[in-house]
């Protein structure tokens, strides 16, 4: 049987004194006892000794305990403060009486009637008393303490005792003989020049036993694909645009040729703030726009557009807010450039639904570009993303026509969709004084992370799950 050197030394001990706790074992074998309990498991798992975990329980007093053992408890000093009666007014500035006051009811020590309390006429130590008086001796026990532990007078210590024992299987070993000289773990070269090394003991190494599972630092998996996103946008020419989290009801809504009266504009699904924007330079533009359809072909929305409303503040529902100003800024052609931010929505929050989620969108605008680029574009996105089978269907969004909806086969689900995108409207752009086509989609794509990382719910790219993080591969891109 092979044992290390450290059981060899703890059987020897045991030999000669046949049992003793670990303090003492440590003690003999210049240890820690930790370490003592450590090597009798290993024994103890080959059946040479045996071990007990004995616990005793001793209690302590808290700083306040031990002042109460000296000064009495906030009732005795209360009560031997009061000469027969006292009005409750008068008592209760006592600086213990809200401690004091339900414990001497408790214990049949004062009677109050009418606003006045009167001391009973013996007042005897309260099992309370008696217990601290024990505990502060050092002779209390677990089971005479009263209620001085829910007090948070006494807290209860309790001192673990690893009992070792040599068992027969123990001995015979010890009978057969043991080796205890100190085992060679690294061979030096002097050693293997020498030759010494034949006449060391040697340290047995097990190439079965697997090593100590080793965490190194790693990014979130949910970062890393957002990381990836980013990247990929970048290596197909695209830049990169941001924005503020809050936007005014103007960018956010009206630019994008929302009608006032939308359904996505209610408290159910955008987060208003209490607070308002001024409106940019030319917003009567855009109130033409919704009104009767401005300078274009279209006849708008019809109705009164509202100033006031545009004005508001909301925290941004999409970021198709950002892509608008963005193209305002940047009106003549090439644009091609991507947004990849949180978006906010008062969802009700269920394994495919979040309040919050990160939201990618992407705008081209050149001379000459069409639908049939648009769609290359998502197609080829969600290729390198490594989904294969994509396809389009028709879909309807206020700020873009034709519209359609990306949808990617996974195995086991079906097909997914994955966001929304289309060329955004006259209505959209000739406020701003573009005169080209643009291409604009905006895909959720946390969807995305959940697809790739194979999750059930969305809820999990953002808990903050240790062992999901070391335990998840990191992706590699081919």
């Not at 001995?171 to 002097?190: N, Q």
């Not at 644009?335 to 639904?353: C, G, N, Q």
């Amino acid at each position: 049987m092979e044992l290390t050197v450290n059981e060899k030394r703890l059987l020897a001990t045991l030999g000669r004194c046949g049992s003793a706790d670990s303090e003492t074992l440590a003690n003999e074998l210049s240890a820690d006892a930790g370490a003592v309990v450590q090597w009798a498991h290993l024994a103890a798992g080959r059946g040479l000794v045996s071990i007990r975990r004995e616990v005793h329980e001793e209690l302590c007093l808290t700083d306040e305990g031990r002042l109460y053992a000296e000064q009495g408890l906030p009732e005795r000093q209360v009560v031997e403060s009061i000469d027969g009666t006292i009005p409750m007014s008068e008592l209760s500035r006592h600086p213990l009486s809200k401690v004091a006051i339900g414990w001497m009811r408790k214990n049949n020590w004062i009677k109050i009637e009418s606003g006045i309390a009167k001391v009973a006429d013996a007042t005897p130590k309260s099992r309370d008393e008696d217990a601290l008086a024990k505990i502060a001796a050092g002779a209390g026990d677990l089971k005479d303490c009263g209620e001085l532990k829910s007090r948070g007078l006494v807290t209860v210590h309790e001192e673990v005792c690893w009992i070792i024992g040599i068992t027969p299987g123990g001995r015979k070993i010890l009978e057969e003989g043991i080796d205890l000289r100190p085992e060679v773990g690294t061979l030096t070269r002097e050693q293997i020049l020498s030759g010494s090394w034949r006449n060391d003991a040697l340290r047995r190494y097990s190439l079965t036993t697997p090593p100590r599972r080793m965490y190194p630092g790693k990014a979130h998996p949910y970062r890393r694909i957002l990381d990836e996103v980013r990247t990929l946008l970048l290596e197909m020419g695209f830049s990169e645009f941001s924005g503020n989290i809050v936007q005014s009801v103007f960018w956010n809504f009206d630019a994008l040729f929302q009608p006032q009266d939308h359904p996505a504009r209610e408290m159910q699904d955008t987060f208003y703030l209490d607070r308002t924007h001024p409106l940019p330079d030319g917003w009567e533009k855009i109130r033409d726009m919704h009104e009767h359809g401005g300078d274009t072909s279209s006849t708008g929305w019809g109705g009164v557009w509202d100033k006031r409303k545009a004005e508001g503040s909301v925290l941004r529902t999409h970021s198709t807010a950002l892509s608008i100003q963005y193209i305002a800024a940047h009106p003549k052609p090439p644009v091609k450039a991507f947004s990849l931010s949180r978006v906010y929505r008062r969802e009700s929050i269920d394994p495919t639904h979040l309040a919050e989620f990160e939201q990618l969108e992407g705008i081209v605008m050149d001379e000459g570009v069409t639908f049939n680029h648009l769609l290359g574009f998502l197609k080829e996105f969600y290729f390198r993303m490594g989904f294969s089978d994509v396809r389009f269907r028709p879909g309807y969004f206020p700020y873009t026509e034709p519209s359609v909806e990306p949808e990617v086969w996974v195995d086991g689900l079906g097909w997914v969709e994955l966001g929304g995108a289309g060329i955004f409207r006259e209505e959209v752009t000739s406020s701003f004084g573009i005169n080209y086509p643009v291409l604009a989609w905006g895909l959720g794509i946390s969807r995305v992370a959940m697809l790739r990382l194979g999750l059930k719910d969305l809820r999990q790219l953002y808990k903050s799950d240790i062992d999901w993080v070391r335990n998840h591969p990191s992706y590699r891109r081919d």
